[in-house]
C-alpha cells in the first residue's frame, strides 16, 4: 500500500509540473544516470510558456545550478547575459541573443563552443516573470537586504528600463501586490548596474527564500507551488516524466539544510559604447570557474551542512581582544549627522567608529539625501530624501510592526557596490537564522554570516533589538574589515 501511495504521489506530482502541456524536447541535453549528480540551467525569461517560437522572447536570467548528493552545498553561477561570444550561425555578439536566435538548444550550443565546453545541461528550466512573481506571493513573500534607493520610472527611448520603487533597508518584497515595489523589478533591475551586480543580487535572493522557505514547507505546499510553476514554465521533456521527477525531487530533498555556494563568473567588463555594453572573460579564468562549480563540497562527520559548507576561519566560536583597523578609517562626525538624521527612530541608533572608505574617500562615503551624493542624476532629487538614511517600520511573519533604519554607504557608486548599517527592534528576523560561527570583541557577540567564504553580515543583539553590516552585493569588503566594522559600532548622539 506505501509503495502504491509513492507511486500516486508521482503521478500527482507529474501532474502538477506539467500543468499547461509545456515541454519540449532540446537538442543538447544529456539525461542523467540514475542517482546521479544533475545540472541544471534555469532560465528567466519573458517567453511565454507553451510557445515553441522564441524570437520575441529575452532572457533576464542564465544560472547554472548543480546538486550533488554528496555535497554539502547547491552550487550556483550565473552566466553574464552581456557575455560577447560567437553564437553558431549567427556571428558575434551577447550570449542572450542566442536564446532568442534559436531557443535552448543554440544557447546551450554557445554556451558550450564559447564557455564550458565540458558542461553536460541535464535539464532546462525556463521560468517566466509572470511565474516568479506569483511563487514569490505563493511562499509568502522573502524578507530582503537592499543593498541602496532603487528608483526609475520607464520611459519610452533606447534606455527604456523597466520601473522600479524600492527603498533601501531590510524588508519584505512580494510578487504582484506590491509591483514597482516587488521581487521582480529588484532581481531584474540593471538601470545603473553592472552585469555582475546584478547577478549577485538574484542569486542573493535566492538564497535567502530558500533560507526562510526550507525544504519541508515545498513538501507540504507541493500541489500548489508546482501548479503555478508548471503553468508559467517550460521544461525539457524527459523532466516531465515520473522517473526525471523523482531523480530530481529526491537530489532536491537531499539538499534540505544545503547552503547557496555562489561561484563568481570571471567576466571583464568592457567599456560601453553608444550602442551596447559588452562583457568578456579570460578562458582559463572560465575553466577554473567551471571546476569550482562542479567540485562537491565535502561533508564532515559530526559537523552540519551549514558548518562544513563553511571555511574553518569562519567557523566557532573566538575570544579576540582587538581588532584590526587596517583598510578602515574613522568617520566620526558624518556617522553622527546620520544619527541626527534619524531622530524620529523608536530604538537606540548605533553606527560604525569605522568604515571602509568610497574609492573618492572617506568624506562623501555615506549617503546622505541632504547632499544628494548617492542619487541618479537622471531621476528627481525628491525621491531620495527619505532614504539616506532611512528611518521606516517593518512587519514580521506574525504582523507585528518594529522600529527600524537603514544608513546606505557607497563603495564604488559606478560600479554599484554600496553597504550598509542595520538596525532594527526585532530580535530574530529571518535573515539571521544560521550563523556560520561567532567572535566576542571586548564584550561584543557578533554573528558572522557567509557565503562562498565571504562575509555577508556581521549581526549583534542588544536586548530585543538586533544590528548588523551588510557587505556589497558581490561582497567586496573583506572579512576582517567586516567584522571591525561591526565591532567598532557605538551609538550615536542625534
Known amino acids: 500500500m506505501t509503495a502504491v501511495a509513492g507511486l500516486l504521489q508521482v503521478s500527482n506530482l507529474v501532474h502538477d509540473i506539467t500543468f499547461g502541456n509545456n515541454g519540449v524536447n532540446v537538442k543538447g541535453i544529456t539525461l542523467p544516470k540514475p542517482g546521479a549528480p544533475q545540472t541544471i540551467l534555469l532560465i528567466g525569461s519573458d517567453h511565454r510558456s507553451g510557445l515553441t517560437s522564441f524570437k520575441k522572447s529575452n532572457t533576464d536570467t542564465m544560472l547554472l545550478l548543480r546538486l550533488n548528493a554528496a555535497s554539502s552545498t547547491i552550487n550556483v553561477m550565473s552566466i553574464p547575459r552581456d557575455l560577447q561570444v560567437e553564437i553558431p550561425g549567427f556571428g558575434s555578439d551577447k550570449i542572450n541573443a542566442a536564446y532568442s536566435d534559436g531557443g535552448y538548444g543554440l544557447l546551450i550550443k554557445t554556451i558550450k563552443q564559447n564557455v564550458f565546453p565540458d558542461l553536460h545541461v541535464n535539464h532546462i528550466v ?63 533591475f540593471r538601470h545603473t548596474d553592472t552585469d555582475l551586480v546584478r547577478e549577485a543580487r538574484q542569486q542573493d535572493f535566492i538564497r535567502w527564500a530558500k533560507e526562510q522557505y526550507p525544504i519541508s514547507n515545498l513538501v507540504a505546499h507541493r500541489d500548489r507551488l508546482l501548479r503555478i510553476f508548471g503553468k508559467h514554465s517550460t521544461l525539457d521533456k524527459p523532466l516531465q516524466t515520473e522517473d526525471g521527477i523523482l531523480e530530481l525531487f529526491n537530489l532536491v530533498l537531499n539538499a534540505d539544510g544545503s547552503t547557496i555556494k555562489q561561484i563568481p563568473f570571471p567576466a571583464d567588463l568592457q567599456p560601453c559604447t553608444a550602442i551596447s555594453c559588452f562583457v568578456t572573460a579570460n578562458q582559463q579564468l572560465e575553466h577554473r570557474a567551471f571546476a569550482r562549480f562542479m567540485t562537491p563540497t565535502a561533508k564532515a562527520k559530526g559537523q552540519s551542512k551549514q558548518q562544513t559548507a563553511t571555511p574553518k576561519a569562519l567557523k566557532g566560536h573566538k575570544e579576540q581582544s582587538a581588532f584590526s583597523t587596517s583598510g578602515l578609517a574613522a568617520d566620526l562626525p558624518d556617522g553622527h549627522s546620520q544619527v541626527a538624521q534619524l ?113 555577508t553580515t556581521v549581526a549583534w543583539h542588544l536586548g530585543n533589538d538586533t544590528y548588523w553590516i551588510s557587505n556589497t552585493l558581490t561582497s567586496d569588503i573583506p572579512n576582517g574589515q567586516m567584522v571591525a566594522m561591526a565591532a567598532s559600532m557605538i551609538r550615536g548622539r542625534g
Request: hydrophobic residues 30%.
Open 343 to 455: 531622530a524620529k527612530v523608536r530604538m537606540p541608533v548605533y553606527f560604525p567608529k569605522f568604515i571602509k572608505p568610497s574609492v573618492n574617500g572617506a568624506s562623501d562615503t555615506y549617503c546622505l539625501a541632504i547632499t544628494g551624493n548617492c542619487a541618479d542624476g537622471a531621476e528627481p532629487a525628491t525621491e531620495y530624501a527619505h532614504s539616506y538614511p532611512r528611518q521606516y517600520l517593518i512587519r514580521d511573519q506574525h504582523g507585528v510592526t518594529h522600529a527600524a533604519y537603514r544608513m546606505t554607504l557607497a563603495l564604488d557608486p559606478v560600479k554599484g557596490q554600496f553597504y550598509g548599517v542595520q538596525g532594527v527592534a526585532w530580535k530574530r528576523p529571518p535573515l539571521l537564522q544560521s550563523p556560520s560561527g561567532t567572535r566576542t570583541i571586548k564584550g561584543r557577540k557578533l554573528f558572522l554570516y557567509a557565503d562562498g567564504g565571504r562575509l
Open 126 to 188: 525556463d521560468t517566466n516573470f509572470g511565474g516568479f512573481s506569483d511563487l514569490v506571493d505563493a511562499i509568502g513573500c522573502v524578507y530582503s537586504d537592499v543593498d541602496r534607493r532603487y528608483y526609475n520610472v520607464s520611459a519610452p527611448g533606447p534606455n527604456n528600463y523597466s520601473s522600479i520603487d524600492i527603498e533601501p533597508g531590510y524588508q519584505k518584497l512580494c510578487g504582484h501586490n506590491q509591483s514597482v515595489s516587488g521581487a521582480l523589478p529588484f532581481v531584474r
